[in-house]
């Protein structure tokens, strides 16, 4: 794997830019948690919507949700200005973003506009913040994997990503339930105009620091929608990789789904609140330590053993929570967080791995169309992780809460928890792990790739430059 002092310039970024492109997923992320974990919720217990409807409101969010990845990524690939083709979505969409996601907690009651208006109101503003988040967002991940060609750089700045990401996860499991059981509505309301201002701020700071690589907007000829849907979903590494991240996916939206069964019912006769303690404590311990270790690996062995570890680790902390006896299981979390940098981090690093050897194949960056088919693709793993869920609590007898009261669950059904939320998805990591070998960048062939990359960026910059002496651009 090439060292430090052979990358070239343009390769080596320094803490600052780091930090000034980090700072973006912050606000964005934020505002995205909040929207996944509170909107059901909201409209659920607040708007007193009935479950069918946002039965159906979900249903045809989740269909356009995939869809609109793969256009708005392939747009991006194709757009040229001045300013470049990813920075210019930050700029102007910013403000969109944020009075989008504001309008999702804006619904006038039932009484106002009847069931069917506030049915309408939440399908109608979570398409249009979707629409903007995930235009915004494809542009965001494609401008990181541009920034620098070498994965090592790339594993740095996911790694600064993923410390964003967890004060975002703190913040959307904790604060927007407290505020809706202690506060009430218009409390809430101001919560979430914060945190679209903040997301306003953090995206602005981003577009108006970062500066990207203009020659990849303005000499390539960027491929037509089918063609580019084609050359992406026969690439074997991006299949690979989109293999892993299906099942991390799926993981993750189980594990979300499942932890409120786990710790209420596995360890029923201690208190939630200590239990969610030692977790977080277990996991974020791992997490700090995980990090370190992953980006040493990803920087000596490269890539792809760093992150076949990382799917290992995970894995057998899975089984380990779901085999251990009583608070012994909780050991297994800091093996699972010890793994999470590198399922969570790297799998974008990886796919920029994929678009340099798609770059080479094909003469064109095309970091977004991946991104969004990657998003078609995966999509349906937090539906069947859904679908699963509701699979173990039948099938494991589960007994329903009475008048509000928790039911004593028997044996039967706690096993159920701990295969869902252990022992089957450390099984799944560790199928993952055995299928990422396959993964082809790495080694030799790796080196030839950036080899052959490096040379057509000297020629694409060259070709720029002459642009820019003619007066042409």
Known sequence: MEKQDERSPPDK???????????????????????????????????????IFILYAFSIYAILNALNGVFFGWISDRTKTKKGRRIPYLKFLAPFLAFSFVIVWMSPTKEEIGVFGVFLWMLISMIIFDIFYNTTNLAYMSLGQELSMDNEERANIQAINMYFGIISTLISLIIPIYILENLGQNDFIYFTIILAIIQFTTMLITAFTIKERLEFSQVQVALGFIESFKQTIKNKSFLIVVFANFWIIFLQALLFGNMFFFIFYVYAQYNSS?????????ILS????G???????????????????????????????????DVFALCGFFLFGFGLFGIVG????????????DEVKNGTRREAA??????????????????????ILIVFRYQEPIDGVQQLQSGFTILGFRLAMGVIPGIIMLLCALIFRMYPLHGKYLEEIQSKMYQMHEEKSEKYEALKRENKL
């Open 346 to 357: 790297l799998v974008n690093t990886a796919y920029g791995a994929v678009a340099d050897e």
């Open 291 to 325: 990090t370190y270790y992953t980006l040493k690996l990803n920087a000596k062995k490269g890539l792809k053993p760093a992150m076949s570890a990382s799917l290992i680790f995970t894995g057998i902390g899975l089984i380990l929570i779901g085999i251990l006896p």
């Open 286 to 289: 791992g997490i700090f330590i």
């Open 274 to 282: 200590t239990i969610l303690i030692l977790i977080a404590f277990f």
């Open 370 to 391: 991946i991104f969004g088919i990657d998003a078609f693709l995966t999509k349906p793993a937090q539906s069947i992780a859904g679908i699963f869920i509701a699979f």
């Open 13 to 51: 970024l320094d803490i600052k830019v780091k930090l000034l492109y980090a700072i973006s997923s912050f606000g964005s992320y934020t505002v995205f948690a909040v929207f996944l974990t509170s909107v059901i919720i909201y409209y659920r217990e607040i708007l007193l919507l009935p479950s």
